[in-house]
């Protein structure tokens, strides 16, 4: 077990295991179900993408706080193959994610390298799950590397894409927050810590709400009129 975790809190005879990892987890989810809401209330005219958007941050928000409770909090009561489901919903996030911004960039690119690429981005989602799930593969370097291959192969470049064509305020904004995700990965994959009770989870989760806030600023930017 990692040295730096969190110290385990009793209330009476319930177990709570790393407790600022859990209420950091839920800050994120909590941004992204903002992010839900704010598209699920939107009635005004949006683009090709937006439900693909709204879904994202709904999987996304669903994913961060599985991981809250069944990747932390309540691992002494689940196994750890629970951990699986929060890795799941996050790249399926993704995968959302990434069918929005090809929707949204149809219209640039010619129709077989559109779906050639489209139909790599599907497939590597597709190769990724299938490791996170297997049990002899199962290991959470597949969710960063299925992260990392999706927003910096894919889904960055569509939207610098975006941004040189149509001089997309939106795309704009997510590409720079993708370049900000950077941050949180480099903390995380460092063990970048202050202490105990704020480690490296704890403060990369602090920066991936950031980055989720930006990114619901961005999405919006491009799937809203009045943005």
């Known amino acids: 077990m990692d040295s730096i975790l969190n110290p385990t809190i009793f209330i009476g005879n319930f177990e709570w295991r790393e407790p600022v990892t859990t209420l950091t987890d839920l800050l994120v989810a909590i941004a992204a179900i903002i992010g839900f809401l ?3 209330k939107y009635k005004g005219h949006r683009s090709a993408g937006f439900n693909y958007f709204k879904f994202y941050f709904l999987f996304f ?6 991981a809250a409770w069944l990747g932390h909090g309540l691992q002494a009561y689940v196994g750890p193959s629970f951990k699986i489901i929060g890795w799941v919903c996050g790249a399926s996030g993704l995968l959302l994610f990434g069918l929005g911004t090809f929707k949204e960039v149809k219209y ?4 077989r390298v559109f779906s050639a690429l489209r139909f790599l981005f599907v497939a590597q989602y597709l190769i990724f799950v299938f ?5 002899n593969h199962s290991d959470f370097i597949y969710a960063q590397i299925s992260s990392t291959v999706s927003l910096i192969a894919f889904i960055l470049p569509l939207h610098v ?12 904004i997510i590409f720079l927050t993708i370049l900000f995700g950077i941050i949180p990965g480099f903390v995380y994959s460092n063990k970048i ?3 105990h009770w704020f ?5 990369s989760h602090v920066l991936m709400a ?11 930017k491009l799937t809203m009129k009045y943005q």
């Open 210 to 220: 950031i980055f989720m806030s930006l990114m619901i600023i961005g999405t919006s």
């Open 38 to 40: 704010k598209f699920k």
């Open 61 to 66: 928000s669903i994913g961060m706080t599985s």
């Open 193 to 195: 810590s202050l202490n």
């Open 131 to 135: 490791l996170m799930i297997h049990p």
């Open 161 to 172: 894409y975006n941004f040189r064509i149509n001089s997309s305020k939106g795309s704009f």
């Open 199 to 203: 480690n490296y989870h704890d403060i």
């Open 108 to 111: 640039l690119m010619e129709s």
